[in-house]
């Protein structure tokens, strides 16, 4: 197994209180593998990826328990500068807004070019040959005249893809993508989720695919795990999901995206709000949504069930939901 996050937990110290981000996470990934970590905003996913990533900002953030075993070791005993090692070289992060992420007074050439020079030791001259060559990759056009261009002269869509270049550079045998398409249009966004998953067929790593959108993973992902304030309330193939999903709360988030065999029927929506995390409801945090919810999903946590191979599910009532 290339990844293996296990019962993680971590939570922020704030004015308000303690504020529960991720409540025992466990999820894998293989090399090859997509995951698609769905959830709505505040569910504890990007506070999940930058605790595997090892750039959780601490303090405030407090990894209170678990372990991150990326092929076999288990990171969070890492020191912080065998930590930045593995950070870039053999994992890698593509953040949702670029801009902000790339380096606004370098060229994005030299910003490519900087991974072979620091982390391989190459020449200037090769390294530069390098960055034009991964511009090609991610089908940037003229990426030999562009490599001279700033973050700022590129499109959100040719930004996404410089970043994509970025986190490739030194072939990391795992990425984890946050929400890589959600700031760009339509269009775009199928554009680069198609490159992205290519390069990772091509070059075989492991894919976490953050987002709120079902829609985005249909194509993409093998496996998905649905985040609810900060725990996993089913993981399963893609496939079993979009059949019949064995959680209410996954149930209403598949049922809220439109569909086309569905024009004119009224969306549904899952009623509610999602938790603050400074005061998760006892039992299943859901319940106060769920449409199913009995006594003991308002006094239990619900473990989370063996529903059948590789399908969990984190209700008790999940015969009923899949029977739905
Ligand atoms: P998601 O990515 O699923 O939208 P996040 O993982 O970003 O959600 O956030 C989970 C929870 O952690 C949220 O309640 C958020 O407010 C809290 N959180 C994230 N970062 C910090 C921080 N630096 N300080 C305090 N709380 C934080
Ligand atoms: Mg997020």
New binding site residues.
């Given amino acids: 197994m290339l990844l293996e996050v296990r019962d993680l937990r971590v939570e922020?110290r704030?004015r308000d209180g303690i504020?529960r981000?991720?409540n025992g996470v466990t999820y894998s990934v293989e090399a090859g593998e997509t995951l698609a970590v769905l959830?709505?905003?505040?569910?504890?996913?990007?506070?999940?990826?930058?605790a595997v990533m090892g750039i959780l900002?601490m303090p405030?953030?407090r990894i209170t328990g678990g372990e991150v075993l990326f092929q076999g070791r288990d990171l969070l005993k890492l020191k912080e500068d065998q930590r930045r090692k593995v950070r870039g070289a053999e994992m890698a992060m593509i953040f949702q807004d670029a801009l902000s992420s790339l380096n606004p007074v370098l060229t994005v050439g030299a910003q490519l070019a900087e991974m072979f020079t620091v982390h391989r030791g190459m020449s200037r001259k090769e390294a530069r040959a390098r960055a034009v060559e991964l511009m090609d990759r991610v089908r940037i056009p003229a990426a030999g005249d562009r490599a001279g261009d700033y973050p700022h002269q590129f499109s959100g869509g040719m930004r996404q893809r410089i970043m994509i270049a970025m986190a490739l550079a030194l072939e990391p045998a795992l990425i984890i993508a946050?929400?890589p398409t959600t700031a760009l249009d339509v269009t775009v966004q199928a554009q680069v989720m198609d490159l992205l998953a290519e390069l990772q067929r091509e070059l075989n790593m492991g894919l976490i695919l953050?987002t709120?959108d079902l829609g985005v993973v249909a194509d993409v992902a093998d496996r998905i795990a649905v985040?609810y304030a900060?725990r996993i309330v089913e993981t399963a193939p893609v496939y079993d999901i979009y059949k019949a999903p064995a959680h209410p709360y996954t149930r209403g988030l598949l049922e809220s995206i439109p569909r086309l065999d569905q024009k004119g029927k009224e969306l549904y929506a899952i009623k509610g709000l999602p938790p603050?995390?400074l005061h998760i409801p006892p039992g299943c945090a859901f319940h106060p949504r769920c449409p199913m919810a009995q006594d003991v999903c308002r006094r239990d946590v619900p473990p989370l069930y063996e529903v059948a191979g590789e399908r969990r599910s984190a209700c008790y009532f999940w015969r009923e939901t899949l029977d739905g």
């Fill in positions: 922020f704030t504020v981000a991720v959830g709505e905003s505040g569910s504890g996913k990007s506070v999940t990826a930058q900002d405030p953030g946050d929400e953050i709120h985040m900060g603050n995390l």
